[in-house]
């Protein structure tokens, strides 16, 4: 059971993206949205923020606490909304078939470099096969300009240096979608359970806030996912 794209709406005349089904709401916001709104779009559910450090580390819902250092979440009980911030960094949803476990990854070369998408595939164990996976909204190759000092730093990923491009000297575009991609395909998962939005953030004037294109603005895109709850009256 892919996951399927969310699809553009609005709240209180701001616009996001949601994808909605019997036991389960993920998406992600745009410009429009600050973590007030968030709070108004689900009132009543407690939403687990955690202080971002470009890690690999991943708490579930039973280990977060109000100011978790990780850059990953996992729900393991309905209830409860994960949030991941980004503003050109890649967030990564996933969620197994029954809809009883889910959550979101904050993916940046640092994220990536790290191997937090190996830790979860750790995680998940046996169970990798029964989840899917939706790469949402980020900073597209053709934006993302690197250095070089980078490649040696993925010399040992299996993808290797399949996701730098030159562009010029010293120069590199780094293709973070790719590196995942590849990453979970190698681990075992299947690539229709792999989907993706393909929209750009740095490309997405007036849509969504890019770090790389707006400096240090502030805004971030809060990218949601919560587990509803099994029961006729829902969770
Ligand atoms: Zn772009």
Redesign the pocket.
Known sequence: MALTDPVAGSFAGKRLFIHEENKLQFGYTTADFNSRDLKHLFPARPLLFLKQVHSARIVSDAEWRVGSEADGLLLERPGMVAVIQTADCLPLFFCDDSRRRGGILHVGWRGLQQGIEEKLIARLGKELGDFSFFLGPA??K??YEVGEELLGLFAEKSYGERIFSPVRPGKYSLDIRSGLELSLLSAGVAAERISGCGL?T??SRGLFPSFRRDGGSGRRIFNFLLLKGNGPAGA
């Open positions: 900073i597209e053709s934006c750009c740095y490309c």
